[in-house]
């Protein structure tokens, strides 16, 4: 038998997927310095904060892991944001 189509909710979180977290993990860029991105700089399973809390929400939305890259600067957010990647 022919397997059945995807459903919409289901091609639309594949393709969200596709954008939002191409290599197969969500990655989330974090600036220290405002307490709404990160309240607690820890080991990522220990971090708090409104920007952990979403990624965490939305990797697991979307089936895959999520990454925290921490940068010094805001500027270094937004940089990483507009190229989609980070190092």
């Not at 995807?6 to 191409?22: C, E, G, H, N, Y």
């Not at 989330?28 to 220990?46: C, M």
């Not at 979403?54 to 937004?78: I, T």
Request: hydrophobic share 55%.
């Amino acid at each position: 038998a022919a397997a059945a189509p995807p459903s919409a909710a289901a091609a639309a979180t594949a393709a969200a997927r596709a954008v939002l977290a191409p290599t197969g993990t969500l990655r989330v860029a974090l600036y220290a310095g405002s307490p709404t991105s990160l309240v607690e700089l820890a080991p990522p399973d220990r971090m708090r904060g409104v920007a952990v809390d979403m990624g965490r929400a939305l990797a697991q939305r979307l089936g895959v892991p999520v990454e925290f890259k921490v940068l010094p600067r805001v500027a270094e957010v937004v940089a990483a944001a507009k190229a989609v990647s980070y190092r």
